[in-house]
C-alpha cells in the first residue's frame, strides 16, 4: 500500500501503560490534521510493504475474529476499547511486553475498508526545559520516556485487517 492511496477515515488513540494499573481507554475518536494522517499513513505503508509481514488469519473460535466481524464504522470507538482492552490484559500478563500507546485506524485502500491496528511503543529521548523563576529563566535537559515512534522509525508490532474477510498483514 502506497501512503497517497491510503484514506484514513478514523482514528483513535488508547494508553496501554503498564505502571499505570489499567488502560486508558478515550471514549473519542482523534480530531486528525494533515501532520497527523501523514504520520498514521507513513506507518501504514511501511507495515504493508516490509518484508517482515506475515500473512495470516484468526482461529474460527477467536474472540477477536467474532468482534471484528460484527464491526461496522458506527461501533468504531467501541470495537478499539475492546481491542486495546484485551491487548492490555495480555500485557499484564506478560511483563517484557513494553508499554505504549495503541493507535486503531479504519481507512480505505483501493475500495476496500480495512482496520490498523499500530502499537507504539515509547521511546525515551532527552529534550530542553526552560524554568523561569523571579524573571530569570533557566535552561535544562530532561528525559521524556513517553515519546512515540517518529514516522520514519519501524513498529515493532501492528496488524492491518482487512474487513471484508478479516485477512490479517502481521508485523511482529
Same mark, same amino acid.
Given at each position: 500500500?502506497?501512503?497517497?492511496?491510503?484514506?484514513?477515515?478514523?482514528?483513535?488513540?488508547?494508553?496501554?501503560?503498564?505502571?499505570v494499573g489499567m488502560p486508558v481507554l478515550s471514549d473519542r475518536e482523534l480530531?486528525?490534521?494533515?501532520?497527523?494522517?501523514?504520520f498514521f499513513r507513513a506507518h501504514l505503508e511501511k507495515i504493508t510493504e516490509?518484508?517482515?509481514?506475515?500473512?495470516?488469519?484468526?482461529?474460527?473460535?477467536?474472540?477477536?475474529?467474532?468482534? +471484528?466481524?460484527?464491526?461496522?464504522?458506527? #461501533?468504531?470507538?467501541?470495537? *478499539?476499547?475492546? /481491542? &486495546?482492552?484485551? +491487548?492490555?490484559?495480555?500485557?499484564?500478563? #506478560?511483563?517484557?511486553?513494553? *508499554?505504549?500507546? /495503541? &493507535?486503531?485506524? +479504519?481507512?480505505?485502500?483501493?475500495?476496500?475498508?480495512?482496520?490498523?491496528?499500530?502499537?507504539?511503543?515509547?521511546?525515551?529521548?532527552?529534550?530542553?526545559?526552560?524554568?523561569?523563576?523571579?524573571?530569570?529563566?533557566?535552561?535544562?535537559?530532561?528525559?521524556?520516556?513517553a515519546l512515540l515512534p517518529s514516522e520514519g522509525q519501524k513498529l515493532s508490532?501492528?496488524?492491518?485487517?482487512?474487513?471484508?474477510?478479516?485477512?490479517?498483514?502481521?508485523?511482529?
Amino acid at each position: 500500500m502506497k501512503r497517497d492511496d491510503i484514506i484514513i477515515q478514523k482514528a483513535i488513540i488508547h494508553i496501554l501503560d503498564a505502571s499505570v494499573g489499567m488502560p486508558v481507554l478515550s471514549d473519542r475518536e482523534l480530531s486528525c490534521g494533515p501532520d497527523l494522517y501523514d504520520f498514521f499513513r507513513a506507518h501504514l505503508e511501511k507495515i504493508t510493504e516490509s518484508d517482515d509481514v506475515k500473512q495470516c488469519s484468526f482461529s474460527p473460535e477467536s474472540e477477536i475474529r467474532d468482534e +471484528l466481524s460484527m464491526f461496522e464504522p458506527e #461501533n468504531f470507538t467501541e470495537v *478499539s476499547q475492546k /481491542l &486495546a482492552a484485551f +491487548l492490555y490484559s495480555i500485557m499484564n500478563s #506478560n511483563i517484557d511486553i513494553p *508499554s505504549a500507546d /495503541l &493507535a486503531v485506524l +479504519l481507512f480505505r485502500f483501493e475500495e476496500q475498508d480495512y482496520l490498523g491496528i499500530l502499537k507504539m511503543n515509547y521511546k525515551s529521548s532527552y529534550t530542553h526545559l526552560t524554568v523561569s523563576d523571579l524573571g530569570e529563566n533557566t535552561n535544562n535537559i530532561i528525559k521524556q520516556k513517553a515519546l512515540l515512534p517518529s514516522e520514519g522509525q519501524k513498529l515493532s508490532e501492528a496488524a492491518v485487517i482487512r474487513l471484508s474477510d478479516l485477512d490479517i498483514m502481521l508485523l511482529e
